[in-house]
């Protein structure tokens, strides 16, 4: 059943969450700083520096590429401005002290954004995540090259896994969301996001046991 | 105590996100031991472990920060022009279709069709307005030339502009405009 916190409120529902208003008040970490960019939108910067690096590692991890990031970077955080009037605040109890439902709200933009920069370049296909592994480090001495090429087997194991469970783990692991987040952020209930999350792992945990079989026996 | 094969995944992947939570909290606070279950597949545990410390958070080059930073506050500035010049919806001329609220369902695989590009209509309503009324002034200003040099021939004014052009060196030239008949 698809999670009603982001979705479509009715009136007699936004009564009741008004009623209860002191219960919700504390619940959106993020209510103060919403409500002070819809005063004065000047004040969007801290939310703004808040999630940057968030949303621009989603994109990043989607995309595959930085310029194309920046790009989507931008292009969500302008709407996220320009549409703030729009954005509703749907915190209940039930999504813990640390939620932001204006976080989930950015997200759902930042996934447009980045389905249209994906749409838009269908025609030139890039390997999500290949970037990863010519991003150069310039502590890259002898020691740290195991480390890295650990690094670039788990980012290639995620760029294989379907879109839907890519994302769902980039949310969990990079952006560090809860599952009711990514709920709201995918438009999935909380246990299909579990039940991706999970098997996305057990793919991950093939993939990387299977290039490490291959890397201990690599003379057969 | 069996699961039919549903339940069985199900519980899996409670037991997983239940892990997954303990797993993060413990990097916040840079600790190493992270609670678990003996039922949790250790293929899972492994997986988890390896995403959790090699797929980092990626920040953009601080030029990049400042730049949007600066158009950020350019559009503020602009919202709240409009806002102040009476404008009840700033954000107006963006495509609705990109409000998440407006679609709460989004398709699991399937993105509702966003077009971006209309960012570049925040600007242009303000600047449309301005070359409308431009256009509309030359146009105008056209229309005021054209009458001027050729005046409605009504009878009266054709006998004048016919006496006009009759005199030596014509009317116009010596002040006599068959306009100032009309």
Redesign the interface.
Known sequence: MPRPV???VSAQKEARSARVGATVAHLDRDRALVEAARD???A??PL??RY???V??YA??ELGD?HD??DA???T???A????????ERARPADGEGASTFRV?LF??A???V??HRRARRRHPTAPLDAAAVVPDPLDVEGRAAARE??AA??AA?GRLP??RRRA??L?????M??AEIAGV???SE??V??L??RA??S???D??RGRAAKDSPAR | MTFPLRDRADADAILTDLYLDALLAAHDRRATDVPTSADLDPAIRFAAGRLSSDLARVHPSFRFEERLAARLAELAAHMRLAAAAGGSDARAPLDPSLDPHLDPAFGPDEDPAADPESLHNVRPLLLGGALTSAALSLAGAAYVAWRRSRPPLTPMARAVRAVAQSRPGGGARQGVRPRSLN
Do not use: C, K, M
């Open positions: 982001f979705g479509r004065d939108p000047a969007f910067e703004y520096r940057l690096a968030q621009y590692s990043y991890y930085h990031a920046e970077t931008e292009r955080f302008l709407l401005l320009a549409h703030l009037g729009r954005f509703e709200w759902r933009i996934r447009n954004v389905a249209n650990d690094v788990a980012w995620v879109a839907d783990i980039v969990r692991f990079v952006d560090e809860s599952t995918l438009g999935r246990n299909a579990r039940v999350i999970h792992l057990r991950v945990a093939r990387l046991g």
